[in-house]
């Protein structure tokens, strides 16, 4: 069976990091695109950061760039996403997910697999 399962969320001061991890249930995995994303309340789900798994080219939205980091552990069948200089704006649930079809998008829509999310708060 198919999964992406999330963890690393937790409250957390402004300023302050975390990583979250999501580990995958296949090493099918390693041919797509996994992605991260987030939803706060009464939002719409956004893009926050993808990571090709074969060649590892990431790309990031620019809400975040250069404060978090998407990186990838074949050996563990793990993704990450390194968050720092946390801001009370980023308080959201993070999802993990994987387009199989490597679309390479930020439309969550097209995303084929998702993981159950983990809530990320960020008090100021």
């Known amino acids: 069976q198919v999964q992406l399962v999330e963890s690393g969320g937790g409250l957390v001061q402004a300023g302050g990091s975390l990583k979250l991890s999501c580990t995958t249930s296949?090493?099918?995995?390693?041919?797509?695109?996994m992605g991260w994303f987030r939803q706060a309340p009464g939002k719409e789900r956004e893009f926050v950061a993808r990571?090709?798994?074969?060649?590892?080219?990431?790309y990031y939205a620019e809400s975040v760039l250069g404060r978090f980091t998407i990186s990838r552990d074949n050996a563990k069948n793990t993704v990450y996403l390194q968050m720092n200089s946390l801001k009370p704006e980023d308080t959201a649930v993070y999802y993990c997910?994987?387009?199989?079809?490597?679309?390479?998008?930020?439309?969550?829509?097209?995303?084929?697999?998702w993981g159950q999310g983990t809530q990320v708060t960020v008090s100021s």
């Open positions: 997910a994987a387009d199989r079809s490597v679309l390479l998008t930020i439309n969550p829509l097209d995303y084929d697999y």
């Open positions: 296949t090493r099918t995995f390693t041919n797509y695109v």
């Open positions: 990571i090709r798994w074969s060649s590892g080219y990431t």
